[in-house]
T-cell receptor, first 112, second 113 residues
Framework: KQEVTQIPAALSVPEGENLVLNCSFTDSAIYNLQWFRQDPGKGLTSLLLIQSSQREQTSGRLNASLDKSSGRSTLYIAASQPGDSATYLCAGRQTGRRALTFGSGTRLQVQP | DAGVIQSPRHEVTEMGQEVTLRCKPISGHDYLFWYRQTMMRGLELLIYFNNNVPIDDSGMPEDRFSAKMPNASFSTLKIQPSEPRDSAVYFC???????????FGEGSRLTVL
């Protein structure tokens, strides 16, 4: 059974800093991995989807990488802003399965 | 295009009452998922449908929970009778067959007193 872990659980950085959020998964037979953002009291917003055949995806200041062999994915946020403050979740989809398995998230606070 | 639409956004009920949560997926999406989110357990898959057919309901906690998808544009999650431990945020999500990217609704926050 796929298990997804996110470390750290919480992170506080000053505005403007570049930062990396980590996600690890136990089963390397991963079909794709998706990063989400969740604001308090809201649903999850899809940020980036990386297929198993890809190594990274970029959207604006966000860059996500996927390394199946090591069971790791990272989300890089460049020039962080207070508006980036939210909980970031990663979720992996195993090959042969349709549902995503979620990590517990990293709560990010960007201080102005 | 409207996203995934859930109702009600908030529901407060008393133990033993029936609760029905509703979801309208994104038009054209083949898959619909129900997840539950709590502080203790995070996001857990309850059930998912492919073309209106339930595929995996192994995450449904017990017989008090049931889900239906009578057509491609509507699904319900029913809890009968409800218990305080069912208090959580229930999310509906849908995805297209092609990319598999998952899109979530805003959630239904359920409080059972």
């Amino acid at each position: 059974k796929q298990e997804v872990t996110q470390i750290p659980a919480a992170l506080s950085v000053p505005e403007g800093e570049n930062l990396v959020l980590n996600c690890s998964f136990t089963d390397s037979a991963i079909y794709n991995l998706q990063w989400f953002r969740q604001d308090p009291g809201k649903g999850l917003t899809s940020l980036l989807l990386i297929q198993s055949s890809q190594r990274e995806q970029t959207s604006g200041r966000l860059n996500a990488s996927l390394d199946k062999s090591s069971g790791r994915s990272t989300l890089y946020i460049a020039a962080s802003q207070p508006g980036d403050s939210a909980t970031y979740l990663c979720a992996g989809r195993q090959t042969g399965r349709r549902a995503l398995t979620f990590g517990s998230g990293t709560r990010l606070q960007v201080q102005p | 295009d409207a996203g995934v639409i859930q109702s009600p956004r908030h529901e407060v009920t008393e133990m033993g009452q029936e609760v029905t949560l509703r979801c309208k997926p994104i038009s054209g999406h083949d898959y619909l998922f129900w997840y539950r989110q709590t502080m203790m357990r995070g996001l857990e898959l309850l059930i998912y449908f492919n073309n209106n057919v339930p595929i995996d309901d192994s995450g449904m906690p017990e017989d008090r929970f049931s889900a239906k998808m009578p057509n491609a544009s509507f699904s319900t999650l029913k809890i009968q009778p409800s218990e305080p431990r069912d208090s959580a945020v229930y999310f509906c999500a849908s995805s297209p067959r092609t990319s598999g990217e998952l899109f979530f609704g805003e959630g239904s926050r359920l409080t059972v007193l």
